[in-house]
């Protein structure tokens, strides 16, 4: 069976880096295998999915290059639903309910105060038909529930968590289907992954126990409806937290736009979340293959991973110092070559940057007041100034022999005059660029 894995955003609002590294988990193990990478629009929820949303979602997604193998909308097929509904309900699976909300509620709170789960009493199992007659006559419509089987004990090898055991007397029946028609989340998306041939569901621990409940919806669709399909695979991971620890908001609203223009490279964003929470070591790789092949769920640990913000800019940093010219050409300051690029380059933290640093070569500079001492030295090096294939490498020996200088006094003020900055690229890459000719007018200047 092909590896097929899916990322299942509800259109609801923006990816946020949780949900990035999510989908960057499932496009890493589909890829590993050779495997098909879906994206499925869980967008059964009308009220609150936009088109808009959706729309974001691919952008985002072809921004960090994650581009799916294919892509389905929940909205587009509710006549599965409805089929696997129907198939289940004859199969006695699923049931009519009619509390409402605040006889829940209040259930709820009686069984909490006696001390007991607060989990689904089942009371609507055992109404009458009459009874059920009566609140369909009252205008009643059901909410519908999905019956858990409590003698068929729930348990999985999950690829992050390892054994996860689940007494299904311990949880409610849940409701599936709301009064209006409209579906809950969790029987969709069983159909869904039987539908689509998933093998690998892969997602946050926030799932197990929608998970502990699929697994015997899964195991109850293949019986009714599915008989060709299997269930997939299931790992959860530990949830993203802030470096403080904690589950923070910032990270909850942090996508793709901020990451943008904070001047993060999606190569960099890859890079961390590739391996946050592994025991693999986060380092700034940028050959995705690379990534691919060293992908492995039984590296991922338990505990929350956490999310650093210095880490980012540190990988991004070190992965801008690896960027050939061509990769980068369009987005540098016009006039800027691939010497301007090499020579700049480490000093960056982002390309955004390079524009300051390619204003060393074009000017104007900024140079500060230099004491007659330097002033006399660096009429001496206008002087000596000559143009070789390394000028920089000729002048300072010349200085250096002709003034005694070495060391800081003989570079410091050289590189004042000559950038107007007191560090930066390095000069015998940069002088080239500035040029003899503006360098000489740059040297006389500061003399003056
Ligand atoms: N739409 C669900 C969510 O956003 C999908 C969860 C899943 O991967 O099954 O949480």
Redesign the pocket.
């Given at each position: 069976m092909t590896t097929t894995t899916r990322f299942?955003?509800?259109p609801t609002g923006r990816l946020h880096v949780g949900n990035i590294r999510t989908a960057l988990h499932n496009w890493m193990l589909a890829k590993k295998q050779g495997g098909r990478f879906l994206l499925r629009i869980?967008d059964t929820d009308a009220e609150r999915s936009r088109e808009e949303y959706v729309e974001a979602i691919r952008a985002d997604l072809a921004w960090l290059g994650l581009q799916p193998d294919g892509e389905e909308r929940q909205s587009q097929r509710l006549e599965l639903y409805e089929a696997a509904f129907a198939a289940l309900k004859a199969a006695g699976r699923v049931y009519p309910a009619y509390e409402t909300a605040q006889e829940l509620e209040l259930k709820r709170k009686i069984r909490l105060g006696r001390g007991l789960p607060p989990i689904y009493d089942r009371a609507a199992l055992s109404l009458t038909d009459a009874e059920r007659a009566a609140k369909e006559a009252e205008g009643v419509a059901p909410h519908w529930r999905f019956k858990l089987d409590h003698d068929e004990p729930i348990a999985w090898n999950d690829g992050v968590r390892g054994t996860q055991k689940f007494d299904p007397s311990q949880l409610s029946d849940p409701v599936i289907r709301r009064a209006d028609g409209s579906w809950l989340?969790m029987l969709p998306?069983a159909v869904d992954d039987l539908d689509m041939g998933v093998t690998d569901?892969l997602?946050g621990e926030d799932?197990v126990s929608n998970t502990a409940v699929q697994i015997q919806m899964f195991t109850a669709l293949i019986a009714a409806q599915y008989p060709a399909a299997r269930m997939p695979s299931f790992a959860h991971e530990a949830l993203l937290v802030g470096r403080e620890g904690k589950l923070s908001k910032r990270l909850g609203s942090l996508g793709c736009d901020a990451f943008r223009e904070q001047g993060i490279e999606p190569q960099a964003l890859i890079a961390l979340l590739a391996r946050l929470g592994t025991s693999q070591p986060v380092e700034p790789i940028a050959d995705r293959a690379v990534l691919i092949e060293t992908f492995d769920l039984s590296t991922f640990g338990r505990a929350p991973a956490k999310f650093d913000d210095a880490e980012l800019e540190r990988i991004n940093a070190a992965l801008v110092h690896q960027m050939e010219f061509a990769e980068v050409a369009d987005r540098l300051p016009e006039g800027m070559d691939e010497a301007g690029w090499h020579a700049i380059r480490p000093n960056l933290g982002h390309i955004s940057e390079a524009g300051d640093w390619w204003r060393l070569v074009t000017g104007p500079i900024d140079q500060p007041a230099f004491s007659d001492e330097d002033r006399a030295y660096l009429a001496e090096a206008a002087r000596l100034l000559a143009w070789d294939n390394d000028p920089w490498h000729a002048l300072t020996s010349a200085l250096k022999t002709s003034t005694g200088r070495k060391g800081k006094p003989l570079f410091l003020p050289l590189r004042q005059a000559l950038t107007g900055m007191d560090h930066g690229p390095d000069m015998g890459e940069l002088l080239p660029l500035i040029g003899e000719e503006a360098a000489r007018r740059r040297l006389l200047a500061a003399s003056a």
């Open positions: 299942a955003p509800s869980d989340y998306s569901v997602r799932h």
